[in-house]
């Protein structure tokens, strides 16, 4: 089996197991009709937390003491960094030289990180551009740190810290490389599944990352 079957099976058994659940499209299509620039708390609570809680299992994080305000928070953060996103909302990551945009992503995973942490930071820029930023979760983001470590050995930054918005951008940057390498498969998935491409990513990596004997049983 070589790499793009491997993909291929993973989410195919990712899609046959998961195949009811429909809240992620449902939130990215909500989000899509939106006018960030007049988003409001109550949109927050409507369609991003929801999300959060139900599909992103954050509601143990979220609901701790400095967290009680995040939805006003994010709403904020949206309206306040409106022009970053209506760009990017535009953009593809396949299509980017990521290094020009550093300075936007590093803003925006910052101003959300302060809000609902690292990981939900991502999930509500997935949401608000699902085809430029990349989700991930803590085992994903801790096997692809590896990953990337052990291919580039002495060039790997260690000094970078771990679930920083740098750490981020190396993530976004090998997520990109990926696409490079396996773009026919993925399109051909995204295409069979109706998924965005990093979707179909994001679900070959949790299995990867939190499933690795799956094709055993």
Known sequence: MNSDELIKAIVDKHEAVYSGDSSYKNTIQQMGQLN?????????????????????RM?????????SNWQEEVAENIKSNYAILRQLQQRNI??????????PILQLFNAFKSTVGQIGSVKI???????????????????????????????????????????YFRFMESIKLFITRHND?????????????????????WWTAKRPFFLMF
């Open 185 to 205: 498969m993925l399109a051909h998935l995204s295409n069979q599944y109706s998924q965005k491409k990093l979707r179909i990513i994001d679900e070959c990596l």
């Open 125 to 167: 820029l997935n949401i608000l551009c699902p085809d430029f930023f990349p989700l991930w979760d803590t085992a994903i983001a801790n096997a692809v740190r590896v990953e990337i470590a052990d291919i580039q050995s002495s060039a790997f930054d260690r000094n970078i810290e771990s679930f920083s918005g740098e750490d």
């Open 94 to 103: 396949e299509g980017e030289n990521l290094i020009d945009l550093r300075g």
């Open 59 to 67: 509601g143990r994080l979220l609901g701790r003491i400095e967290y």
């Open 36 to 56: 960030l620039a007049t988003l409001d708390t109550k949109t927050v609570k409507d369609i991003i937390e929801p999300f959060l809680y139900g599909w992103g």
